[in-house]
């Protein structure tokens, strides 16, 4: 079983970044700056590949990263993340325990914790699948290639719609019938206080995009009431700010005007 790294990031102009990281196995990284070229050299006794594309789009990125990937394990990254010694063994593990699994998802260790952690290992389904980034994500490589699905061009940082890319994917995954387990193990640790790449706010943007990817996660129908029910479930976050109706338009505008380029 071979563990491979890919790992994200914008405009690295050295490849310091595998140290900052602490990689321990090959890995790819996907560089998108203002250059083109591929470059290759060793880290600690691995491979490591810099493809630097002059392009943008974080799941053209993720996507690249994979169709250049050899390993039979992939762990994606981002590059504010710093891995723990020892990740190789404990996903090789976890794969292990859990043969049947195409997809594992990790912790990431916070210090000021705020996104969900697995107490325990965990079925992930529909009921649960839209709460995790990617960069949880380790992937049987053959598994996603067998089953075609890839990241959402069109959603994501540095592409028209800001985000969704992740969950798109894990519910393309779903509907292929691949297998997804939460573990309760973490891999890295995130950099809290890392500038975000596509996140500037709740926005009026940020609703709009939010109508789009929920309108890919299922279709018209179903988009109107998952937007009226993230309004009602997080209205602190523009309390004060917008009204809920505004919002609620600029969401179907979002849901109508994805639904017009399908």
């Known amino acids: ?65 994979i169709d250049n990937a050899t390993g039979d ?26 043969p049947d699994a195409d ?33 949880r994500f380790a992937l049987k490589r053959k598994s996603i290639i067998d089953s075609g699905v890839r990241f959402s061009t069109q959603f994501g940082g540095g592409a028209k719609y800001s985000s969704g890319e992740d969950t798109i994917f894990l519910k393309d995954c779903l509907r292929k019938k691949l297998k997804i387990y939460g573990v309760p193990y973490a891999l890295a640790e995130i950099d809290q206080n890392a500038e975000s790449t596509w996140f500037k706010g709740y926005n009026e943007k940020y609703y709009y995009d939010k109508g789009a990817a929920y309108t890919a996660l299922g279709n018209r129908f179903t988009a109107t009431i998952y937007c009226f029910r993230y309004l009602i479930k997080y209205r602190s976050q523009y309390k004060g700010k917008h009204s809920f109706f505004r919002l609620y338009r600029l969401m179907i505008k979002g849901i109508m005007e994805y639904r017009s380029e399908e």
Request: with cysteine; net charge neutral.
């Open 73 to 98: 394990i992939l762990v994606l990254a981002d590059d504010d993340m710093c891995f723990v010694d020892g990740y190789k063994d404990i996903v090789e593990k976890c794969f292990n325990d859990i």
């Open 1 to 65: 079983m071979k563990t491979e790294t890919l790992v994200v990031t914008i405009d690295q102009k050295d490849h310091s970044l595998a140290e900052r990281m602490n990689v321990q196995t090959d890995t790819v990284v996907c560089n998108q700056s203002d250059f083109v070229s591929d470059e290759v050299f060793e880290y600690r006794g691995n491979k490591v590949i810099y493809i630097n594309r002059n392009d943008r789009g974080v799941g053209k990125n993720r996507n690249r990263s």
């Open 103 to 135: 997809i594992l998802i990790f912790n990431l260790i916070e210090k000021n914790p705020r996104r969900y952690r697995f107490r325990e290992p965990e079925r992930i389904g529909n009921s649960n699948y839209a709460r995790f980034g990617a960069a």
